[in-house]
């Protein structure tokens, strides 16, 4: 048959076929290079001391090659190659459990919070309390606070990280003589205020169901403080406690303000209308100026931090999820690990990751700001003067249940905002069969 | 999707090709060669062995596991509840029933409106009017198509901002405000018409797949005693598509218990749109997973879908031994 085709096209056939035969050849000799390697190694250590390996979820391409920098200054200053093994984001996170278990990297990108603290508990991650020792001047105190498993000892190293807000439109609140709200009433005012001229007071989109989460979280610390945000979330603080019902209580008066249709609508829609000005503010992570690609557009935005509603809390608490490394339970190469580690955990490090990935901020107080945009150097000085940092609520609750029993309750609730009490109910009775679990 | 029953194919006897090495001296009672033997053994062994530990193994393991509560994290973790997931998900659960409910009225609408529509299409196809390939073309293009891409489809048009539907009627501004994907009411209601849109075509094809078996003789019998066309249909043409509409009720049933895809693309079964599958992918894919309790919701679907099943296989094989 491939004779009736007068040109080339019969060509593919042998040179794929050839193409597979080299592919299986170069799987069959990788497969006998571990081997050959590791007796290389000698002297009872079986791996390579010149190379650190390290897991990656950082699949998208701007963050890819920035940290793909790091690396490489990394190597060039120790002599030590950081094998890299990419793998896509939400596979990473889903894959976690058995990844951990089964024979994972050296190092590998994490988040901070309750869930760092969750596989450090069940043994899948080593302390680096020795890297500390060495950058621990480089972090504010609540990075450091952060960076600590429930045992107390270190088990994190953050490197970016970025705020959530209120965001507005300059011009808009221009046009209109808005003046920035610091207190619920004020918030509430303006948004009667927006909603008399013609706009959307708040954006919101909740499709994917957990930036109501995000809403939630503003008005619990801020009514409720630090200290019982991170009790409910650790499953301590009761659901039905008369403190939640006042976050329900708060929300409520706040929601008719929101953008109608929400729940069909995604969190890029919803900040398509703030671009469009149809909408006076939105609540949400800086990442929101991903949506404003033009830069006119771009220079117009601003933000404020969530105002106050009790006085005792002010606005001393920022929500700041933050991505760092984690070392496996045992790495192959300590003693290179703990070098990356320590690099990593330098000004210098982050200042390289931000050359190349503006839409976040550094996580050490003691990082460059010279190269940052107005934006990121307002998120900076608003999560350095922070007096303590949440992440968020599914990186500060065990995972399963702020997927499987809050997302579906929020969701509940927007729909619904009458039928608190038994939803509290119906949240608690979930939770504790969760949290007794394990 | 595919109705097959999973019975091993009988291995096609292997010609004897070539001379044979030395002849088999017993006579007729060594038929098969021992290069045969080791081939039947592969080709009825390999796949006996992936079916057991890919179908079998598996289902029990998480019927076990339905009784326990594990994380995913070492096997020491794994402990025994007894029927603490089954007494949680029925009396704690709030997505539970709704989900059986969706299920439910999945099927329903399914077996309500595209089937009989199908038959419609069928109907009207197999009398070779003209474009008849085009149109059935059209009516099954649905089918080819994946369902999650099916689904990324209907949201351009059920977007509340954006999409078809609120652009043309102008339901998209404050106000008045039509919500296909969100709201609770209308969400289920708006994924089943573009479920109803692809099954319209599966089941125009299995109809008229059954229309063709149909004997002439059998309509030209019925129009020569004078009946009209519906009167052909409705006592003549149906009753001889029986086996047909068992068959198109066993797939319908397992659409609507396998329903997962659409919704999964549409609003992963957010509020108004649970289904069973949703909850098990929910409860047992991610971080710290709740393997033991998604396990039990997909007992659940396992028992209910053997419900359905066992009556039909038993009623098949009654209806063989008789023939």
């Known amino acids: 048959m491939q004779d009736l085709s007068p040109s080339g096209l019969s060509l593919p056939s042998p040179s794929r076929r050839s193409l597979l035969r080299g592919a299986g050849g170069a799987a069959l000799l990788a497969g006998a290079g571990i081997p050959l390697l590791s007796a290389c190694g000698g002297s009872g250590s079986s791996s390579d001391p010149k190379t650190v390996s390290l897991g990656s979820n950082q699949s998208d391409a701007v963050p890819k090659k920035a940290y793909g920098e790091i690396y490489t200054a990394f190597t060039k200053q120790s002599g030590i190659t950081v094998k890299v093994n990419t793998k896509d984001h939400n596979t990473f996170q889903e894959q976690i459990n058995s990844y951990l278990q089964g024979t994972p990297d050296d190092v590998f990108n994490w988040f901070a919070g309750y869930r760092m603290q969750f596989f450090a508990q069940k043994g899948l991650a080593s302390p680096v309390d020795d890297v500390w020792e060495k950058i621990g001047g480089n972090f504010p105190d609540a990075m450091k606070k952060l960076s600590k498993g429930a045992d107390g000892k270190y088990y994190f190293v953050p490197l970016t990280t970025y705020p959530w807000a209120v965001f507005y439109r300059k011009s808009v609140f221009q046009q209109h003589g808005y003046q920035v709200p610091t207190t619920w009433d004020e918030l509430v005012a303006l948004c009667k205020q927006m909603k008399k001229d013609g706009l959307v007071p708040i954006a919101f989109g909740d499709k994917d169901a957990w930036p109501a989460m995000g809403t939630f979280d503003q008005i619990n610390f801020r009514l409720n403080g630090y200290d019982f945000h991170v009790e409910l979330m650790a499953g301590k603080a009761s659901w039905t406690d008369a403190k939640v019902k006042g976050v329900f209580d708060h929300w409520a008066e706040l929601l008719p303000y929101h953008q109608d249709g929400f729940m069909g609508r995604t969190w890029q829609d919803a900040a398509q209308t703030l671009v469009a000005k149809k909408a006076g503010m939105y609540l949400l992570g800086t990442f929101v100026a991903q949506q404003f690609t033009n830069k006119a557009d771009l220079d117009d935005l601003d933000f404020f931090a969530f105002p106050e509603i009790n006085s005792a809390y002010g606005q001393d608490t920022v929500e700041a999820p933050t991505d760092g490394f984690m070392v496996s339970k045992s790495p192959k190469n300590k003693a290179g690990v703990t070098k990356l580690l320590e690099f990593l955990g330098t000004p210098e490090a982050e200042e390289t990751y931000l050359k190349s990935d503006p839409s976040v901020v550094a996580a050490s107080n003691k990082a460059s700001t010279a190269a940052y945009s107005p934006l990121q150097k307002k998120a900076f000085e608003m999560i350095s003067g922070a007096k303590t940092l ?23 609730f927007l729909q619904n905002p009458k039928g608190v009490d038994s939803l509290l109910s119906s949240i608690e009775r979930q939770k504790k069969t969760i949290f007794a679990s394990s | 999707m595919s109705i097959e029953t999973q019975t091993p194919k009988a291995a096609p006897t292997v010609p004897p090709s070539g001379p044979a090495p030395r002849k088999v001296p017993q006579g007729h009672s060594r038929l098969l060669t021992r290069r045969d033997r080791i081939t039947l053994a592969l080709m009825a062994g390999v796949p006996t062995i992936l079916h057991v530990a890919l179908v079998w193994v598996t289902a029990l393991a998480s019927i076990a596991l339905a009784f326990t509560s594990w994380d995913g994290i070492g096997f020491d973790s794994i402990k025994w509840v007894g029927l603490d997931n089954f007494r949680q998900l029925f009396t704690d659960n709030p997505q539970f029933w709704p989900a059986v409910e969706h299920n439910v009225i999945w099927f329903v609408v399914l077996i309500l409106i595209p089937t009989p529509f199908g038959l419609f299409l069928a109907v009207q196809l197999d009398k070779k009017i003209r474009f008849s390939r085009l149109y059935q073309t059209a009516f099954f293009l649905p089918v080819v198509v994946s369902l999650a891409v099916t689904g990324f489809v209907w949201q351009l048009v059920y977007n509340p901002d954006t999409g078809l539907i609120n652009s043309l ?20 209601w708006a994924v089943l018409i573009a479920a109803s849109w692809r099954h319209t075509g599966y089941m125009m094809i299995l109809y008229l797949a059954g229309l063709k078996g149909v004997d002439p003789s059998l309509r030209e019998a019925s129009s020569l005693d004078g009946a009209n066309e519906w009167q052909t249909f ?3 043409i149906f009753p001889t598509l029986r086996p047909t509409n ?22 992963k079964g ?15 894919i991610g971080e710290s997973s709740r393997i033991g309790y998604g396990s039990a919701i997909a007992v659940v679907l396992l028992v209910i879908s053997l419900a359905v099943i066992i009556p039909y296989l038993i009623a098949t094989f009654r209806k063989e031994r008789q023939a």
Not at chain 2, 249 to 264: G, H, S
Not at chain 2, 274 to 281: F, G, M, R, V, W
């Open chain 2, 270 to 284: 957010a509020q108004g749109t649970e289904l069973l599958s949703i909850l098990i992918t929910n409860n047992i």
């Open chain 2, 169 to 188: 009627i102008g339901a998209n501004k404050p106000g008045h405000y039509i919500d296909w994907i969100g709201d609770p009411k209308l969400n289920l």
């Open chain 2, 246 to 267: 068992t068959v198109v009720l066993v797939v319908t049933i397992i659409e609507a218990l396998r329903a997962f895809d659409l919704v999964f693309v549409f609003n």
């Open chain 2, 234 to 236: 409705k006592n003549v």
């Open chain 1, 390 to 412: 949440t992440q968020f609520m599914d990186r500060d609750s065990r995972p399963d249940f702020t997927s499987t029993v809050m997302q579906p309750s929020l969701q509940k």
